[in-house]
C-alpha cells in the first residue's frame, strides 16, 4: 500500500498516457494561482487572506508533526508506534494528564452531537441519538513542573468520535510547520489496534475553509447544549455523559477554543509574513526580535500591557511591520471564518419549541439533511478584515503572539529574573511622591492618595490602603509615562517608629506574576514615612506623608538575552514558524537560567526524530477503471474527496469498473441533485453544488464556467442514464431536494 497520497497521484498520472487529464492532485491544488471564488461566484483575490481557502496544501506534514502524534507515540522497548489509548474515556484521560490540574475538568471540553454536519453526519442514521458523535476539544493550560514545560494542547487538540464507524477525527497543530494537521485513528473499538493516518486534507479544508477546527455559533442547537436533544439521547440510551455541566458550559468551552485556533492561524502567517523584507533579512529578524520582547513583556504583565512607546519596538518593529503590511495587505488582511450559523435539527427556534413530538414519530431521515446556508461547504465570507496603520495597532497584534506560549512559561521566566536581580546588576529606581494619608476608624489603617511632581523626572500617584497590622492593596499606581499598575496586594511589615518618624514597607504579593510596568520593570517594593511627632489634622483627619516606590529593571536582561539569541541562532528570528519548543529554551539558555530553571524541557513538539512514518490510507489503482471514457470527468471533478480509503465522503470511485459502475448506479438520485445545483442560482439552491464551489480554483475553472462546461453536462447525462436504467427517479424537483437524506446512499454495496 503506498503511504503517501504523491504515490496515488503518480499512478494516476501515468494514465493520462491513454487520455485522462487528472487534475485534482496534491500538487495542483498546492500550485494552483491566485484567484478564487466567493459564494457569489465572484473571482476574488485569494492572497489578502491569512489562509487561503481554496488551497489545502501537502496531506502529510512538511515538517514537524502532530501534536495528537506527540501524544500517543509510545517509545519504549527502543522502538516508537502509536498506541491510541481505547475505549475513548482513556483516550480522554491521557489528554487530562497533560492538562493543568488547576483546570475545571482538567482543560477539556465536551460536547455530544447527535445529529451534526461533519462527513459521518448520516453513520449512525436512524440510530443518532444511540450512537451520537462526541467531539473534545482542549481548553485549558498545560500540566508543568520544574522539569517539564509541558505539552501546550490548549486550543490545539480537538477529537471527535462516532462509536458506529470506529474512527477518531483528529485536528492537532504542528508547530513545527506552523499549521494545523488533519488526521483519522482507524479501527478504534474493542479488539482492534488502532490505525492513524493522515487525512486527505482537501477533503477537509473544503469544509475547515479556515485551515482550523470549526464549530456552530450559540444557542448550539445540534448539541447537549440543547435540552431537547439530551431528553432524546437519555430517551436512546446513549451511553453518554450527560451532565448538566457539560450541557451549559463545554459547547460555549469549544465555541471560543475554536475562535483562537482560528486566530493562532492567523498570527502565525502574520509572524512569518509582517516582518519579511526580503531585501534585508536582518531587519527581518530585528522586527520579530522587538515582536517577541513585547509579547514577553506582555506576558509578564499578565496580559495587561506592553512597552509599545520603546524606541527600539518603534524602531524595529513598528517602521518594518507597517513597511511589509502596506506592500502585503493593502487593502487588508482577510481573517477567515471559524464560526457556522447555528442549527437545530429538530426545527425549533427554541430548545422546546416546535417540533416537541415524540422520537417515535419524529422523521429523523429528513431532520439530517443540511441545507446550503448551513453546509460547511458553502464559502463563508471572512470574519473580519484586519488592517494595520501603525502602533495603535499593535495590542491585536501582539496579544495575538503571546498566545503561542503557556501562562507557565511566562511565571518561568518570571522567576528567573527575580533570582537573577542580585548577580546581574540591575538597575534601582526609586520614584517619590508627597501623600496625603487618612486614618480610618479603626485608627489602623492608612487611606493613601499620592500626588507625584509633573516636573519630576521619577514621580508617580497612587491610591491605596494599607494596614499597620500587615496587609495592604494598591488600586492604582500611576508612574507617568511610564505606565500604570493596578489591583496589586501587599504584604505589609509591621510599623517601624523612631522618635521623629514612623515608617511602613509593603512589597507585592507574587503568587503567579511580579507587579510589572509594560516596559517590565518589576515594582519590587513601596516605603511610606510620616513624622512621629504629627497629630492627625482634627479638622481634616488627615497626615502628611511621604512615599517611595522601587522599580527593578531586570527585563533589561531579556532584551540583552534577545540580542544573543539574534546573533547566535538567528535563524530562530527567520521566516520560519513562531515555535515555543524552540524559542523559549533559546531565551531561557541566554539568560543562564540556573539548576532547576535550565532542567526545565520543553520536549514537545518540533523533534520528530524516532516517530513512526506519518502515513495516508491511500486507495489501490485500477488502470482500467480510470481510463474508462465515460468515467473520466468523475476521476477528473470528483476524484480529490471521493477516490479514498474512507467512506465518509463516500468513496464511490473506489473499486474495479464494474464496481464503480454500480457505485453511481446507486449514487445516481443524489448526484443528480448534487449536479443539477449548478443550474440554480447560488441563493435559490436547496442543496450544495458538487463538486463545491470551493474546488474550482484547484480544479483549473471557475463556477461560471463549470456551470455551462461540456463535462458537467456528460457528468450528469450519465448517472441520469443509470437512474433510468435501475428504476430510479431522476427529477431533481423540490420534493427530491426535501428528501434528499431519504434516497439511496452512495455508499459502496458492500459497506
Known sequence: MPSSRFAVHGLLAAACAIGLVYAASTASRADSGAAGLSANNAVHDYSSWAVDPATAGPDLPPTGRSLF?????????????????????????????????REFMGGIGIAIIPMGRSLQRAAAAPEFFRYPRTV?????????????????????????????????????????AGRFEFQLVKDYRAGARPRVF???RAICISCHQNHAP?????????????????????????????????????????????????DLVTFQALWQ?????????????????????????????????????APRFQNDFVATFT?????????????????????????????????????????????????????PLTPRPPREILRFSGAMDTPRIISGWANFLAVDDFRTLDSLLVRSEADAGVQR???????????????????????????????????????????GRIDWLSFGPAGTVRDVNLDVGPAQRSNTESMLRAAPKTAALSTRLPDGRRLAGVTIRWSGKDRQDSASGTIDAQLEAILVNDFALVHRAIDRVLEHQPALLDNVPLMRAKLMPALLAELGAPGESMSRTFRCCVDDTGMPAPTLDAPEIDAVVVAEERLRPFFRYCATCHFTAERFPPNFLSGKADQVTENLRRCAPRMLVRLTAWEI??????????????????LGTSADQWAVSKELEAMRDYVEELAREAGQATETSAGAYQNYEALPSCLPSDS
Not at 237 to 246: C, F, I
Not at 297 to 306: K, T, V
Not at 681 to 698: E, G, I, Y
Request: with cysteine; glycine share 6%.
Open 323 to 375: 513597511r511589509v503590511w502596506a506592500r502585503t495587505w493593502p487593502e487588508g488582511l482577510r481573517v477567515a471564518q471559524s464560526s457556522l450559523p447555528d442549527r437545530n435539527p429538530l426545527g425549533a427556534a427554541s430548545p422546546y419549541a416546535g417540533a416537541g413530538s415524540g422520537s417515535s414519530t419524529f422523521d429523523w431521515i429528513a431532520a439530517a439533511n443540511v441545507p446550503p446556508h448551513l453546509d
Open 136 to 176: 473534545i476539544a482542549v481548553t485549558g493550560e498545560p500540566r508543568t513542573d520544574a522539569r517539564d514545560a509541558g505539552m501546550l494542547l490548549k486550543d490545539r487538540l480537538y477529537i471527535g468520535y462516532v462509536e458506529k464507524t470506529a474512527t477518531l477525527e483528529v485536528i492537532s497543530y504542528n508547530e513545527a
Open 681 to 698: 442560482p447560488p441563493d435559490h439552491r436547496a442543496k450544495t453544488p458538487m463538486p463545491p464551489v470551493t474546488a474550482m480554483r484547484a
Open 273 to 309: 509574513r509582517g516582518c519579511a523584507d526580503e531585501h534585508d533579512p536582518l531587519r527581518s529578524r530585528r522586527c520579530r526580535a522587538a515582536a517577541f520582547a513585547a509579547v514577553l513583556q506582555y506576558g509578564l504583565s499578565g496580559s495587561l500591557d506592553f512597552d509599545a512607546n
Open 429 to 471: 529606581s526609586v520614584y517619590r511622591a508627597q501623600c496625603t494619608a487618612r486614618r480610618a476608624s479603626s485608627n489602623s489603617r492608612f487611606n493613601l492618595q499620592c500626588t507625584g511632581d509633573p516636573g519630576a523626572e521619577r514621580s508617580m500617584s497612587l491610591v491605596a490602603q494599607v494596614e499597620e497590622n500587615g496587609s
Open 214 to 262: 470549526i464549530f456552530s455559533r450559540p444557542v448550539w442547537g445540534e448539541t447537549n447544549a440543547n435540552a431537547r436533544v439530551v431528553d432524546l439521547l437519555r430517551e436512546s440510551g446513549t451511553d453518554m455523559d450527560l451532565s448538566t455541566q457539560a450541557n451549559i458550559d463545554f459547547p460555549d468551552h469549544i465555541d471560543k477554543a475554536t475562535m483562537r485556533a482560528n
Open 198 to 200: 493522515y487525512a486527505d
Open 69 to 101: 502524534d506527540f501524544l500517543v507515540t509510545d517509545t519504549g522497548n527502543g522502538a516508537s508506534t502509536y498506541r491510541v489509548p481505547f475505549p475513548f474515556p482513556a483516550l480522554v484521560e491521557k489528554i487530562r494528564t497533560h492538562s493543568s490540574n
